[in-house]
């Protein structure tokens, strides 16, 4: 099957720095990418879609100056958390959408960021 | 509005009984249903989806789930339960008709605690 990786698989990070996280399709052209954050023991929360080439489409309550993503490429999007807080701490995952086959998505294996 | 319902938060079981994972769903228009699982600090693994088709649908490690459109169910069912299918279960839905493009909704997850 498809295969979506993330980069890093874990980061801890001070307050008030930023940190990028990668999310790359492997075998696939991703059209759209998905960036989820997800709260201990809680569902997925959608914070924003990516379509390639055009600006992120944001979920209602989710600040896209704080939460910059990038999907510049066919395989390739990134999320930087600017200026985190410990707040921001979460486990986050991407996931993509192969541009062919409109019902799959595909999962990355998420990156846990903690903000010290 | 789409909406998942997961109304079991936690769903214990033991080892080489069947298991049930209940899943309802609220879209308008024809509706794409899956299950993911998720393990322990890891992404989501899809399991299996629905379409359309047959109402029983059959998925990775032994798993099935039962479309019922009537009572707007897509419950996710395995006949003898094994220790390793302990994770995290997550149903969510799409609903058709937008170009492919809209995006999954997700229930609040399913504990499956399976005992030896």
């Known amino acids: 099957g498809a295969v979506v990786s993330q980069h890093p698989s874990r980061v801890i990070c001070k307050s008030g720095t930023s940190v990028k996280i990668e999310c790359r399709s492997l075998?696939?052209?991703?059209?759209?990418m998905f960036w989820y954050r997800q709260f201990p023991k809680k569902s997925l929360m959608l914070m924003a879609t990516s379509n390639e080439g055009s600006k992120a489409t944001y979920e209602q309550g989710v600040e896209k100056d704080k939460f910059l993503i990038n999907h510049a490429s066919l395989t390739l999007s990134t999320l930087t958390v600017t200026s985190a807080h410990p707040e921001d701490s979460s486990f986050y995952i991407c996931?993509?959408?192969?541009?062919?086959?409109?019902?799959?998505?595909?999962f990355g294996p998420g990156t846990r960021l903690t903000v010290t | 509005a789409q909406s998942v319902a997961q109304p079991e938060d936690q769903v214990n079981v033991a080892e080489g009984n069947p298991l049930t994972v209940k899943c309802t769903y609220s879209?308008?228009?024809?509706?794409?249903l899956f299950w993911y699982v998720q393990y322990p600090n890891r992404g989501l693994q899809f399991l299996l989806k629905?379409?359309?088709?047959?109402?029983l649908v059959k998925g990775s490690y032994g798993f099935e789930a039962e479309f019922n459109k009537s009572q707007t169910s897509f419950h996710l069912k395995k006949p003898s339960a094994l220790v390793s299918d302990s994770a995290l279960y997550f149903c969510?839905?799409?609903?058709?008709?937008?170009?492919?493009?809209?995006?999954?909704?997700f229930g609040a997850g399913t504990r499956l605690a399976v005992h030896p």
């Open positions: 879209v308008s228009g024809n509706p794409y």
């Open positions: 996931s993509a959408r192969d541009g062919l086959l409109l019902y799959e998505q595909y």
């Open positions: 629905y379409i359309t088709g047959d109402n």
């Open positions: 075998d696939f052209q991703a059209t759209t």
């Open positions: 969510a839905v799409r609903a058709s008709g937008s170009g492919g493009y809209n995006k999954l909704i």
